[in-house]
């Protein structure tokens, strides 16, 4: 029934039936169940069970039912509530003959029907599982007391939350007091006792005499089952007003000497971080000002090359030397530019064999493959080998197959890269044949770019970063330097050095022109000084090196005397085999001496020596004593630091000084010493890097 029926009310009498128009019997829709929180309870029952639906008001006598699975027993208890909630306390296991040890048997769950009466409408719910009884322990103690230090109390027990929640449960103190319940455990309920301590008795309001008269009972009421597991005993503790008023007025004193020692702290540190704010600004001003002393000296200096280039050109070599250069770059090997006049015809017949070999594709890579596979060949042998194939085929104008060639050789290299998970580490170092061939056809490739585009900006920020960091004194064994773009290539030491002006004699012993050098370097360095100065003049594609030459000084007494790296004058550092090379200080040079260039071992009949003027004329006269130029040779201002006797070579930085490969990187405070020099170094360059910027990335 889904609908509301309203009839009159008719009865008979006797046979005689009267409808009373004035009354009316009303039908209504039966109520509905919604919702039920739960079906579990305790074997005693007692816990309650909320039901949310409809039309709960219009039943007079709402009940709960629950039947035995294997007998007719059945147990029922009334519900109360509204429309929309009503509240159903459990009835106990319906099966009398269970023992009360079995009840409380922590594995017995047993089930019943769950049906529910609302006036002769039977909704019939399922099965409701029964759990064992909780069990709750007395009080450890003779008299059962229970003492709390910390407002809390806890009831030992067994069963407790199998079926049931924190609302539960119910632990009165007293006759008035309650505990609240806040933690439930299957073994230990706890409760937060009232600040006000109950009245002592149990909860009709009795009192027992003895220990515990003044003490409030407490009494569990779980379900329709209730313990009396002891009294609680609030702890007393005398309060001493003076003691409080003392301890208070103690923090408050103790809190004001925080507070002005606090401030003496903070007004010290402010102190200390405006000192440093200060020295900051006064070390940022100072680096201002270097920066822009040494940019007015870079301009000045760099008024010469930019001189030099719009005289002469920019020094740009041309293809062949550039492919020399970029090709064999720092390799044993160094191809001959012209065939040989006579050749054995069983070579030139396998020369032509293979040169058409290689004209094969397949040959090719498959070659390349075979020797990349092999172990045998060290990493300078594949590099000399790619740089040969690379003059092979350039030279034979097959340009475009060695660019196929190598397309398909990088292809296959990328797919193996990626199927062995080294993708990332691809093409990182030039350690295998195909990344030299690679760096080879993008060196090739680059050339009319770098001459027509960005070879000026370059060579002008070249010239900038090498006469700026000439500025200051280089250590040739290490090459460390004072001004550095880098802290790996920063000298750590503090290094004094006076700036000298020598005046350079030519080929007819008379001045030529100055060159500026410092009392610290060594001869190899004034030397190459001394060339760089000359090479400003005139574009000479084979320069001459500065281990290729003598340095010969005028002594003011008439005395011509060769100044070299290691003589008898090197001092050596106690007892260790450490030897420092000599200096322009350590043989007494001053400011304006004469000095000049010779060949080495060149003394002539007269024993005198002939100096001569860095030029096409000086290339002549070295060519007649020493072979042709090795473009190999890059590492032309560092020197050998190791004697053939054991003795280690050093120049401004001790031996126990010198950092190696072990040791540890700079710390952060040695990085904050040095980086005034960092800064002006890359702050006095920074035009020259924006112009190269902007010209080869436009």
């Known amino acids: 029934m889904n609908e509301q029926v309203s009839e009159f009310l008719t009865m008979t009498f006797d046979g005689v039936e ?9 039908y209504y829709p039966n109520p509905i169940i919604d919702g039920i929180d739960r079906t579990v309870a305790i074997m005693s029952g007692g816990l309650d069970i909320k039901l949310t639906g409809q039309r709960f008001d219009v039943i007079q006598e709402p009940r709960i039912i629950v039947s035995s699975l294997t007998t007719n027993a059945s147990d029922s208890e009334l519900c109360n509530g509204t429309e929309t909630l009503l509240i159903c306390p459990t009835p106990s296991f319906p099966d009398e003959g269970i023992s009360a040890r079995r009840r409380r048997a922590t594995n017995g ?21 029964y759990y064992p009884d909780p069990m709750y322990e007395s009080f450890i ?45 299957i073994d230990v309920l706890r409760c937060q006792l009232p600040n006000k301590k109950p009245q002592p008795g149990n909860i009709n309001g009795t009192v027992e005499p003895g220990p515990t008269q003044d003490l409030p009972a407490v009494t569990v009421i779980h379900g329709n089952l209730v313990f009396y597991p002891g009294y609680v005993k609030y702890s007393t503790t005398s309060i001493n007003i003076g003691a409080i008023v003392g301890a208070v007025i103690g923090t408050a004193l103790l809190i004001f000497i925080l507070v002005i020692i606090g401030a003496i702290i903070f007004r010290r540190s402010h102190q200390r971080l405006n000192k440093q704010v200060q020295v900051f600004e006064m070390l940022e001003k100072k680096i201002q000002d270097r920066v822009e002393t040494a940019f007015h000296e870079l301009q000045a200096d760099m008024s010469e090359v930019e001189e030099q280039i719009s005289h002469l050109g920019v020094p740009f070599v041309n293809a062949l030397d ?38 094969n594709p397949d040959f090719l890579t498959n070659f390349i493959k075979q020797l990349e596979e092999q172990r045998k060949p060290k990493r300078r042998d594949r590099v ?26 990088l292809e296959e290299s990328i797919e193996e890269g990626a199927e062995s998970g080294r993708a990332r580490s691809l093409f990182r170092r030039t350690e295998t044949i195909v990344e ?19 070879a000026e900006s370059l060579y002008l920020l070249y010239q900038s970063i090498k006469i700026q960091v000439e500025k200051g004194p280089i250590d040739i064994t290490t090459g460390q330097s004072v001004f550095s773009l880098n802290f790996e290539c920063l000298l750590e030491e503090e290094v004094e050095f006076n700036e000298l002006t020598l005046s350079v004699v030519g080929r007819d012993k008379h001045h030529k022109y100055y060159v500026k050098v410092l009392d610290v370097d060594c001869m190899t360095q004034v030397k190459q000084k001394i060339l760089d100065a000359a090479y400003r003049n005139s574009h000479i594609v084979q320069q001459n090196r500065a281990h290729e030459m003598d340095l010969l000084w005028y002594h003011p007494g008439g005395e011509e005397r060769i100044l070299k790296d290691r003589d008898e004058l090197n001092k050596t550092i106690g007892n260790t085999k450490g030897l420092f090379i000599n ?17 080495k071992a060149s003394m002539n009949e007269t024993g005198t020596y002939q100096p001569v003027t860095p030029g096409v004329q000086l290339f ?68 020259r890097l924006d112009e190269f910027l902007a010209c080869g990335f436009p």
């Not at 080998?385 to 196929?404: C, D, R, W």
């Not at 400011?591 to 260039?597: S, Y």
Request: aromatic share 10%; net charge negative.
């Open 18 to 26: 009267k409808t009373f128009e004035d009354f009316t019997f009303t």
């Open 109 to 129: 769950v047993m089930t019943a029907n769950l049906t529910f009466d609302f006036d002769g409408y039977i909704i019939d719910d399922g099965l409701i599982e």
């Open 141 to 185: 103690g003779p008299n059962r007391i229970y003492e709390s230090g910390n407002s809390r109390l806890e009831i030992a027990g067994m069963n407790l939350d199998l079926a049931s929640t924190e609302d539960d449960i119910q632990v009165l103190l007293g006759p008035d007091g309650v505990c609240d319940v806040d933690d439930l455990e």
């Open 322 to 359: 550039y492919s020399k250069n970029m090709l064999f770059a720092g390799l044993a090997v160094l191809p001959p530019t012209t065939d040989p006049e006579y050749m054995n015809s069983d070579l030139e017949t396998a020369m032509i064999m293979f040169s058409r070999q290689l004209g």
């Open 384 to 409: 000399n080998i790619a740089s040969l194939i690379t003059a092979l085929l350039v030279t034979e104008g097959k340009f475009g197959y060695f660019t196929e060639t190598l397309f398909k050789l």
């Open 436 to 454: 030299k061939l690679l760096s080879n056809w993008i060196s090739l490739c680059m050339y009319q770019y770098l001459k027509r585009q960005v």
């Open 583 to 599: 200096t322009i200080k350590t043989y007494g040079v001053s400011d304006g001496c004469q000095v000049a260039l010779i060949v």
């Open 620 to 687: 002549q006269q070295y060519q007649e004593h020493a072979g042709p130029d090795d473009v190999r040779d890059r590492d032309y201002i560092r020197i050998r630091t190791m004697e053939s006797g054991g003795s280690r070579i050093m120049h401004l930085v001790a031996e126990n000084q010198i950092p190696t490969e072990s040791s540890t990187s700079l710390t952060k405070l040695d990085r904050e010493f040095l980086a005034p020099r960092l800064l002006v170094t890359k702050k006095t360059i920074q035009t």
